[in-house]
């Protein structure tokens, strides 16, 4: 149980041109949904919180307009990587909390989509 | 803001030996404390977790000890092998809220 898909799994996108990251609570409903980001040998940064049916809450110095966030159902939400460039490289991850009351603290994460931007 | 510091950045141990990880956070609010392990390309995946009423969770082979008092919490992992060679994140927080440590390396040595 706990499972949490992302799609694509990696993406290779021109520079100036969005890609959309999909994060997916296969087993559970997910009110709330995290996003992060991870360079390479490093930790992970929390980039916006995400919640179902109302707008994201980002994290300060990320940028709200180019890291568009769409939480329409318990299920799914998006991530939109507008007009890329070389400096968005990088993995991203999402986490998804259990809407069970017994497991409410607990995120799991998704599988991660490696961004490369040309 | 919540603030984890972890310790040490490697670590390798020979196969059948222990393992363990140090964190310690600043913000007292915090009340849940997952660990997490982090294969190359791969997401985090959560190996256990600990909530402030609770001073030490044991599951198998890996163990988890939280000091409120003096804000640090351990991990540690008896009888390493091979496919325990991996990144181990700390993490401090709350259900609203995450913060991750800066990782660890482990490499278990066959």
């Known amino acids: 149980g706990a499972v949490v898909s992302q799609h694509p799994s990696w993406v290779i996108c021109k520079s100036g041109t969005s890609v959309k990251i999909e994060c997916r609570s296969l087993?559970?409903?997910?009110?709330?949904m995290f996003w992060y980001r991870q360079f390479p040998k490093q930790s992970l940064m929390l980039m916006a919180t995400s919640n179902e049916g109302s707008k994201a809450t980002y994290e300060q110095g990320v940028e709200k307009d180019k890291f568009l966030i769409n939480h329409a159902s318990l299920t799914l939400s998006t991530l939109t990587v507008t007009s890329a460039h070389p400096e968005d490289s990088s993995f991203y991850i999402c986490?998804?909390?259990?809407?069970?009351?017994?497991?409410?603290?607990?995120?799991?994460f998704g599988p991660g989509t490696r961004l490369t931007v040309t | 803001g919540e603030n984890v510091e972890q310790h040490p950045s490697t670590l390798s141990v020979q196969e059948g030996d222990s393992a363990v990880i140090k964190c310690t956070y600043s913000?007292?609010?915090?009340?849940?404390f997952p660990w997490y392990k982090q294969e190359l390309g791969k997401g985090p995946q959560l190996i256990i977790d600990?909530?402030?009423?609770?001073g030490e969770k044991k599951d198998q082979r890996i163990a988890v000890t939280l000091n409120k008092t003096a804000k640090h919490f351990s991990l540690h992992i008896t009888e390493t092998q091979p496919e325990d060679s991996a990144v181990y994140f700390c993490?401090?927080?709350?259900?609203?809220?995450?913060?991750f440590g800066s990782g660890t390396q482990l490499t278990v040595l066959p």
């Open positions: 986490s998804a909390r259990d809407s069970g009351v017994s497991s409410y603290y607990e995120q799991y």
């Open positions: 087993d559970f409903q997910a009110t709330t």
């Open positions: 993490a401090g927080g709350s259900a609203r809220q995450l913060t």
């Open positions: 913000d007292s609010a915090s009340n849940y």
């Open positions: 600990i909530r402030s009423n609770v």
